[in-house]
């Protein structure tokens, strides 16, 4: 009977510091705040239909807002399980299975060919790690969005007054950027 209770503590802080720490993965968990979702997809004209692609995906909420209020198709790419399983879980309860997939995979694996808008609330050397990534696999009019931290090697289309995001365009990028 100890042993069980001293199996459920344990489990139980490998999965409180999966949520808030930085977790057996080393991937720390910021939410971007729910009132802010609305707004910023908006500045970044998201459509009816668009694929957006949120790497680093958490608990899903961009994703479920992009899928609920903009009717996009959409893809979260996640390495923690435990948030992983917590993101799909959400999904369901949205009902949103059919326009939302989750993918338990790192960031550098995450699938960007037909991607019209990439999402990224990530460290600033992941996101150095990922712009080459960038370059070679987003279409020439894809959009990136970046919560937190500039994007470097691709001229800003957008930011917000406080600097909290900002919108990059491909097009834009690519006769600028040296990772080609
Ligand atoms: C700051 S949170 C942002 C979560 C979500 N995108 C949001 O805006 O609410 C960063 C997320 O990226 C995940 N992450 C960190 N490093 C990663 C990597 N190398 N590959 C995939 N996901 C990663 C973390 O587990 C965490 O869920």
């Not at 470097?152 to 080609?180: C, I, S, T």
Request: proline share 5%; net charge positive.
């Amino acid at each position: 009977m100890e042993i069980i209770a001293w199996l459920l503590i344990v489990l139980l802080a490998v999965a409180a510091l999966s949520l808030v720490g930085t977790g057996i993965t080393g991937a720390c968990w910021l939410p971007t705040p729910i009132p802010e979702l609305k707004k910023i997809l908006e500045e970044a004209e998201l459509k009816p239909g668009e694929l957006f692609v949120d790497i680093g995906c958490g608990d899903g909420r961009v994703l479920i807002a992009a899928a609920s209020m903009f009717n996009a198709r959409c893809v979260g790419v996640e390495i923690d399980p435990l948030k992983a399983l917590i993101a799909r879980w959400r999904v369901k309860r949205a009902g949103l299975q059919d326009k939302v997939q989750i993918i338990r995979a790192s960031a550098m694996d995450a699938p960007l060919a037909g991607a019209d808008i990439v999402f990224v609330y990530l460290s600033h050397q992941l996101i150095d790690r990922l712009a080459p990534k960038f370059a070679q696999e987003l279409k020439p009019d894809a959009r990136i969005i970046s919560f937190g931290f500039m994007v470097r090697g691709f001229p800003l289309v957008k930011a917000d007054a406080g600097k909290k995001w900002f919108l990059y365009k491909m097009a834009l990028g690519q006769n600028l950027n040296r990772y080609l």
